[in-house]
């Protein structure tokens, strides 16, 4: 913080004008930047302080040598607001950074508490918009800070330190002149201000600075304020108060006007965006419709499909099984036509060992001549019966399994076996066995209808039935 009773001390030594400016902002909108370019006319890109910086330089105003007191106040964070380079200054520059809108908010929190502090004794300002050369990452337009200005009746420009605009010094300078004349205005109540002062607090007012120095520069800014009042008050010109309040007045309408055309634009703007956005809107819910209407679709045909797959494999499936199960059977019925066929002949040939065992005992009896009538007789009886049976034989060989070379074979083989074995107990060459064998190998030709045979009977094949399929 300045030491403002160091200053208050060693000031009006000579009779140079002396004024002292304020620059005051956000942090990092360029004060420390602008400073030295206006003092020193050099740019310094990167100066990083954490205290307030004074800068003095006597100039020229007006063909006029002025002593120019510049602080550069450092972080004007509004919960520790520099009250005392305010109190202090003569004027204020407010800057704030055109790429950074929350600096422009920051600016007018600070006009606000500069009117507030100063409120009595109103200083000049000036606002500028800094960064002017980046106007690729605007944030701010240039109505918003002229129109926050004229809010606050002050100078406003825009600038780029960086570029060295010449607004810079169009903007101290005129604020420095400005100073001037309201200093030279005041110089004969400051004059009579430290009268006062030395009337009030006797002699030792040296002393008394030493001991409450703050306190005693409290009361002379006050002092100060209350005496500007009282003759500003005194040497009033109304008119002229009317006057620069009327012109005050017109530019405000002016601005007011151009605002509202803005706001008309914008609203006119935003009523076509709307009214688009609007026709846009129901473009893409129409879309949305109909592209939800061909899912819909989609998914029933997919199902249908899905259906349709379904059922024709549980037909093919079932259709399969019926297959199996037809040809297994078959397979059963043909087994056991075999197997009756087979008993069957088995028992014809047993039969025939018999009555052939039995021709045999007879023919040894008939030597005896005394039972030959009877052998005779039995023969009669048994001979014809052979011969049914062995045609029955050959009729189950012609149908059995017609179609189907293998089971037939099968059986023909079964057959002529038992047959031969017949035959090899037979003596007579006409004995039935013999005439079946030569009976069942001349049936013994490859079948030439396309049949299946059924065979079912007992195991004595009796009620022996013959099915064709
Ligand atoms: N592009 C551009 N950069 C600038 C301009 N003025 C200042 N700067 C840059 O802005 C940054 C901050 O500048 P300073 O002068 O340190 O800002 P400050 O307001 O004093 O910052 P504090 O000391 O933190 O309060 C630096 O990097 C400068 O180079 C300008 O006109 N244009």
Redesign the pocket.
Known sequence: MIDIVQKMKTEDKNNMPKVRIAVI????????????RYLTRR????????TDLLYKQTLTINNSPVEVEVV?????DLARFPEEPIYWADACVV?Y?ITSKKTLSHAMELLQKVHQLRMQNQIPLVLLG?????EHLREVDEIEGRTLAVQHGCQFYE?????N?SLIYTAFDLLLSECRSTLSSQKTRKFSVSKMIGTLIGNNNVVILEVFPILIVRIKILLNNLHLHLTSTAVMDYNAIINDLQLEIISLKKYNYSLKRQIEDNLNESTSMESSLTEENSKLQLLVFNLKMEIKNLRKENKEILDKVESESVRSNSNVKRKNKSIQTEKNCNDTAIQTAYKTVSSYIQTDLNINDVTTQVKVKSTKKQHKSSFDKRKETSEPLIQSKCNSIINICNSTAADKKSDKSLFMELVEASIDTLSSTSTSADTPGANMKARVKHNKSPATKKQSVLILGDSQARNMRVILK
């Open positions: 902002g956000k942090s990092n909108v360029g004060k420390s930047a602008l400073t030295v740019y310094i890109g990167e100066y990083r302080s954490n550069d106040v450092c972080s004007c800057v950074d800094n960064k002017a050369d980046l600038v780029s330190v960086a570029e605009s």
